[in-house]
Nanobody, 125 residues
Framework: QVQLVESGGGLVQAGGSLRLSCTASGRTFTSFRMGWFRQAPGKERDVVAA????????NYADPVKGRFTISRDNTKNTVYLQMTSLKPEDTAVYYCALVVGYGSRWSASGAYNFWGQGTQVTVSS
C-alpha cells in the first residue's frame, strides 16, 4: 500500500500564492506518475496537473497553465504544486494521487491507484 499525505492548503486572497505538498510512503515503484486533482463543492473532481516521476514530464489542465507548477523531490518522496495568481474559482479541495506506470492518460482520475485525504484551498475575492 501507499500512503499520500497532503499539506499546505489554506485561505489566501485572490492574486496570492500557495504551495501544496504531498509526501508518499509505503510501497515503492520504479515507474509511476503523481497528479493533483481538485473538487469544488457540487462539482466533479478535475485534474490539475501531473508529473511522471522518472523523467519529470509534466502536464497541466488549461485553467491552470502558466499559473501552477508541479514538481517533485525524489529525496523526500514529495510532489509539490506551486500555485500563483490564485483566483476565487481555484477554491476547492485538492487531492494528490499516484498511478503505477505510464500506460494511462495523465488526466484520467479513474486510473490512479492511490489517493490522499485532500487539503482545502480557499481563495477570497
Amino acid at each position: 500500500q501507499v500512503q499520500l499525505v497532503e499539506s499546505g492548503g489554506g485561505l489566501v486572497q485572490a492574486g496570492g500564492s500557495l504551495r501544496l505538498s504531498c509526501t508518499a510512503s509505503g510501497r515503492t515503484f520504479t515507474s509511476f506518475r503523481m497528479g493533483w486533482f481538485r473538487q469544488a463543492p457540487g462539482k466533479e473532481r478535475d485534474v490539475v496537473a501531473a508529473i511522471d516521476w522518472t523523467n519529470r514530464k509534466t502536464n497541466y489542465a488549461d485553467p491552470v497553465k502558466g499559473r501552477f507548477t508541479i514538481s517533485r523531490d525524489n529525496t523526500k518522496n514529495t510532489v509539490y504544486l506551486q500555485m500563483t495568481s490564485l483566483k476565487p474559482e481555484d477554491t476547492a479541495v485538492y487531492y494528490c494521487a499516484l498511478v503505477v506506470g505510464y500506460g494511462s492518460r495523465w488526466s484520467a482520475s479513474g486510473a490512479y491507484n492511490f489517493w490522499g485525504q485532500g487539503t482545502q484551498v480557499t481563495v477570497s475575492s
